[in-house]
């Protein structure tokens, strides 16, 4: 472990063995998922079926959109949609005095911290949902309604390059928040607002190749694409060869953006920052 | 050079007002009113290193504004601060590795993790060495009696425990400089004692500069050679504390108890405090009539039982202080 990293993979290894301590929760988290995921797998099947021409000219087919959707379901809580409690309790309590004295890099220290509680999180819930609609699902004899393997190997090694890019950009997209947080002082209204714009941006309410072909260009462009929608398009095949090279750019380009944007917001934030009482 | 040092300095807060009431609520969404505070107007004060100096004042006065200055946190907005050399807000990576500091309200220790866990990781942040930290670590869990607590989760210390291992994780990268902020503060009697011999012995024997500030007069009694008296922002006195005293409070205090009712004594510059009985308390200045001869003067008149002398609890002199400078918090 080199001397620079030291410090920030400590933060990041403490702060993932706490969050995966709350195995209640994860359990809880993982049978709310899988019976929204059933629900929405029903409403597409409903949906596909009722229009039968349209659903033919679909850019995705139902299969696929099954699969998106589980995918979806098992990497919910990636969705940047609330700010780091633990940097929103600080803020409030003013422990972010004792931030400020580490001899660490402010951005650093919160996003390796950050990037451990999304893990911790994920990681027992997808690994719980995979095992579910992927296997336990297609046992029953429900093969319409499951997670389908990917395209092919490539696409497979592709999807787990791009889902890690995920969670990386889903951190940077966090620290954004917990910047605004430290500004505004108070954590609710900015989960208020990230909430709606993370899950209709980043194709989980609905996959983003459903919106009009209008929107396609702006919608793959966009910073929330690289939460889910990419990664899954990469799975099953929409994006492929060349495609896969886009979108892995467009996450890497958006994770040096919304880093560099929150380091920058972050210096200022701290240069007049005020910590009152005792 | 002095170790610490810092000059005319200066800090604002704004702060938003609103006028009371769900109209006020109202009026403020659509013009917000703001007040400034002046935390610190003019402060300027140097340590040497190895010094052990009281910083105390009342609410409101400034104290933890400077010390957040001091230790990076804040920036000021005028006036010039070096601590070993260093700009603490310019050069803060650098200037936090090499301080520690203890906020008495807040904890650093993190709640859900073991204390032993949290010194672990505090030892990964600032970089110690794996050999020089357990050496440390061991040598701080033996004098601050933390054995038993190792293993306990923060949140399940009681506030004297938690404070003894928040001094600890202060310490495990060896700081040369100590800001204590409040360190007694809510502790039960032997706590406080066990914080002040442990911050008496890191000052004697290890030399650490310590930087202290308490609304506890009985620390600043047990530890401080040197005090400074902030209030409204300006630094009031900067002296050892038996200086102080003398400027503010000079008088001492006699107590008799006389072997019969207690008589109508009538001897210059001594006032009759309070009677009950056959007891008297007098107060006198020494300057004026010393107690030998005040004692000898009672003693050759009177048939007397029992006599003790004291001198006005701290905490007086430093509100009659605080109230000649009109210092206490409006």
């Known amino acids: ?278 | 050079m002095p170790q610490i040092l810092v000059q005319d300095l200066a800090k604002t807060f704004r702060v938003a007002e609103r006028e009371p009431g769900p109209l006020g609520a109202v009026r403020g969404l659509l013009r917000r009113r703001w007040r400034t505070v002046e935390a610190l107007k003019d402060v300027s004060f140097s340590l040497e290193q190895g010094e052990l100096l009281g910083f105390i004042g009342p609410n409101g006065a400034g104290k933890s504004t400077t010390i957040k200055i001091l230790s990076g946190i804040l920036t000021p907005d005028a006036g010039r601060v070096e601590v070993d050399g260093r700009v603490p807000w310019n050069d803060r990576l650098r200037h936090v590795g090499r301080i520690g500091v203890v906020f008495g309200q807040r904890t650093q220790l993190w709640w859900d993790l073991p204390v032993i866990d949290g010194f672990d990781l505090l030892a990964a942040i600032y970089k110690v060495e794996p050999a020089d930290y357990r050496r440390r670590r061991d040598e701080l869990v033996s004098l601050l009696r933390l054995e038993a607590l190792l293993h306990q989760p923060v949140r399940q210390l009681s506030l004297g425990q938690r404070m003894r291992a928040e001094i600890a994780s202060a310490l495990l990268h060896a700081p040369s400089i100590l800001f204590l902020d409040e360190p007694t503060i809510g502790l039960d009697a032997p706590a406080k004692l066990a914080v002040r011999g442990f911050v008496r012995r890191l000052n004697r024997e290890h030399g650490v500069t310590v930087l202290l500030t308490t609304h506890d007069m009985h620390d600043i009694e047990a530890l401080a050679e040197r005090v400074i008296v902030v209030g409204h922002g300006r630094v009031l006195a900067d002296s050892p504390f038996e200086v102080l005293r003398a400027g503010v409070l000079a008088e001492r205090r006699l107590f008799v108890d006389f072997a019969e009712e207690a008589p109508a004594l009538a001897i210059p510059g001594v006032a009759v405090r309070a009677r009950d009985g056959r007891s008297l308390e007098l107060t006198f200045d020494p300057a004026i009539l010393p107690a030998p001869a005040l004692i000898a003067k009672i003693t050759a008149e009177h048939a007397v039982e029992d006599i003790h002398i004291e001198q006005p609890p701290i905490e007086e002199v430093i509100a009659r202080f605080y109230e000649q400078h009109g210092a206490a918090e409006s």
């Open chain 1, 1 to 278: 472990m080199s001397a620079l990293t030291r410090p920030y993979l400590a933060a990041l290894a403490a702060r993932f063995q706490l969050t995966l301590q709350y195995r209640a929760a994860a359990l809880a988290g993982f049978a709310t998922q899988l019976w929204w995921g059933g629900l929405k797998v029903m409403i597409y099947v409903a949906f596909f079926a009722s229009a039968p021409a349209a659903a033919a000219r679909s850019p995705i087919g139902l299969a696929d959109t099954i699969t998106y959707t589980w995918i979806a379901q098992a990497f919910l809580v990636l969705q940047p949609w609330t700010a780091d409690p633990e940097v929103s309790q600080a803020v409030r309590s003013g422990a972010v005095a004792y931030d400020r004295l580490r001899p660490v890099d402010t951005y650093g220290f919160w996003y390796a911290r950050t990037l451990a509680w999304s893990l911790a999180r994920v990681a027992p819930r997808a690994v719980l949902m995979a095992a579910t609609a992927a296997v336990i699902v297609p046992l029953l004899g429900l093969q319409d309604w499951s997670w389908r393997p990917p395209a092919d190997l490539l696409a497979g090694a592709g999807f787990l390059v791009s889902m890690t890019l995920a969670a990386l950009l889903s951190a940077a997209i966090i620290m954004l928040l917990n910047v605004l947080v430290a500004a505004t002082l108070n954590d609710r209204g900015v989960n208020t607002l990230a909430m709606p714009a993370s899950i209709i941006l980043s194709g989980n309410i609905i996959p983003l190749a459903l919106f009009p072909d209008s929107f396609q260009l702006w919608l793959l462009a966009q910073p929330f694409a690289g939460v889910l929608d990419i990664p899954c398009r990469i799975w099953f095949g929409g994006l492929s060869g060349g495609g896969v090279v886009l979108g892995l750019g467009l996450q890497l380009f958006w994770i040096a953006v919304c880093m560099f944007g929150g380091r920058l917001a972050l210096a200022r934030v701290m240069a007049r920052l005020q910590v009152q009482g005792g």
